[in-house]
């Protein structure tokens, strides 16, 4: 799991106008709209709920300590879809006491290992991974048109890209795994084989050849330059939740339009929506 930097999230709040008005134009959705078709549920009825919806979002101090701004950021994106949150004075077991004691709705906090939102009232847990995977596969979903019936390529098998082959294989789409590790991308077809037949999953060994036969792309990898720039045709399309992204900055601009990445919006909004029960 890549730990986020100042610098990763330094632009994030204020830039979140611009970054929603992106996503409609990418995708035809906005960043809750989106959220919702990542977990099935109606917009406007999710509208009617989230102003009452209260979420603190908790510091967490162990091990590496917190990321300047981290628990700000996640607050910023949550009242920019409407949450009622707010960033708690207090933080780790204080923060978490006073949640409680003031009848939030749900807390979401971040250590070394996990970046978790739990639902105080029913006990759900939404985990960042998870819902970072199946948000980025919606993405992809929406810009095509409908995932359904292409072959996806998944870049990193991860807990990230897993949770997106999972979700692609929901949308009745075919994947192809590679990891620069090839144990993992065979452990995760053999664990994704129970929500799909074989024949719609397969693994890919040769990224490059990989990369000029798929248009469809899941980014998953925490390296940067998994996708030269030459490799990248005029119909690919790109949904990167890896950090850092695996694109140049050329390689972005000739993408443009089809290419969406992000490092902390689109997985946060997707997990407060999958708390609202
Ligand atoms: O500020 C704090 O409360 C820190 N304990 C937060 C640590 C977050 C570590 N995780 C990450 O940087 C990212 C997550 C946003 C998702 C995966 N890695």
Do not use: W
């Not at 990418?26 to 009452?52: D, M, P």
């Not at 290419?259 to 919006?265: G, I, M």
């Amino acid at each position: 799991m890549t730990r986020l930097n100042k610098s990763d999230i330094r632009h994030i709040s204020s830039g979140l106008e611009e970054y929603n008005r992106e996503l409609q134009t990418k995708t035809g959705r906005t960043l809750l709209g989106i959220a919702c078709h990542a977990y099935g549920k109606n917009e406007i009825q999710v509208k009617h709920r989230i102003n009452s919806f209260s979420i603190h979002v908790i510091p967490v101090t162990a091990g590496q300590g917190i990321i300047t701004d981290f628990s700000e950021t996640v607050t910023a994106i949550l009242q920019f879809l409407g949450f009622n949150a707010l960033t708690s004075d207090n933080p780790d077991t204080s923060g978490i006491a006073h949640a409680f004691e003031s009848k939030a709705d749900a807390v979401m906090m971040a250590d070394d290992k996990r970046f978790v939102g739990i639902n105080l009232n029913t006990r759900v847990v939404a985990d960042n991974s998870e819902a970072t995977g199946r948000v980025f596969a919606s993405v992809l979903d929406l810009m095509a048109g409908g995932i359904k019936d292409h072959e996806v390529l998944v870049l990193g098998c991860g807990l990230v890209g897993a949770a997106a082959a999972r979700t692609l294989l929901f949308l009745n789409s075919r994947v192809a795994l590679y990891d620069v590790y090839p144990p993992i991308a065979h452990s995760l077809k053999e664990s994704l084989s129970v929500y799909a037949t074989f024949d719609r999953i397969r693994i890919e060994t040769d990224v490059n050849r990989a990369l000029s036969k798929d248009q469809y792309i899941i980014e998953a990898t925490p390296a940067a330059g998994t996708i030269p720039d030459e490799l990248i045709s005029d119909t690919m399309v790109v949904a990167a939740p890896g950090v850092p992204l695996g694109i140049s900055k050329i390689g972005c601009q000739i993408l443009k339009n089809r290419l969406v990445h992000d490092k902390l919006a689109l997985g946060t909004a997707a997990m407060a929506v999958s708390l609202l029960s």
